[in-house]
């Protein structure tokens, strides 16, 4: 396991990310520092090493590779994309050949729907539904049907709507954490060379899970 978040993000901005992003699909890869933040927490909380993980929408796989470099058991990369499949196949050969990865991965290249697999947790960033309305909300409630946990990247201003999906599907939101996402202006049409969006990280559990666990919350790290 990589001993602190900054190596783990050096780590992930070695990968290659989308060459010909599809604005249609919203392939807007997760910042390397974010990520690593992001995947810092949830390993505090053990929910990594050890565990069995989906990165649903993987696109080029920074959040389940970040995830094998934290000593997850297995990952399972979920991708409908087969560009962006390519880009994952070479950064996961780049990632085993400069580390000691303990776990399995399996490539999954469809639709998440298609995907129903039972995993100890998912991992997303999924389109956010900019150009496609609530695209995410099938995100959600895919990882609903397989996972007690969630960590889900969204647009911080649809708040409201993950918490009431979150609440409709006896979810208990346990932690938020708050991003500016840098865009390159290759994504997106604008003159800006990059422009940041704020996005929200939830971390969700089955309600069930919640009481079964109650350890989960209390001592989950949250210093941001
Ligand atoms: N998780 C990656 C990519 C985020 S972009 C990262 O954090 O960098 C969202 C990805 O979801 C894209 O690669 C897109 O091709 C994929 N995607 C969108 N809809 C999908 C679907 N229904 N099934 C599988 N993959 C999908």
Known sequence: MLGSKSRLAIELSKLK????????SEQYPTDSEIAADMLWKASFNEEIPNHAIADLGAGTGILGIGALLMDAKKVYFVEKDPKAIELLKQNLDLIRKTHEIKGEHEIFQGDINEFNVKVDLVIQNPPFGTRKEHADREFLLKAFTISPTIISFHKAVTKKFI?????????????????????????LF????????????WRMVSVKLDTMRPHLTTTYINNR
């Open 163 to 187: 918490e009431k999906i979150a609440e409709d599907n006896h979810y208990k939101i346990t932690h938020y954490w708050e991003y500016d996402l840098p865009i390159k202006a290759t994504q």
């Open 17 to 24: 990310v989308f060459e010909d992003p599809d604005p249609h």
């Open 190 to 201: 604008h003159k800006r060379a990059i422009h940041r969006i704020k996005v929200g990280c």
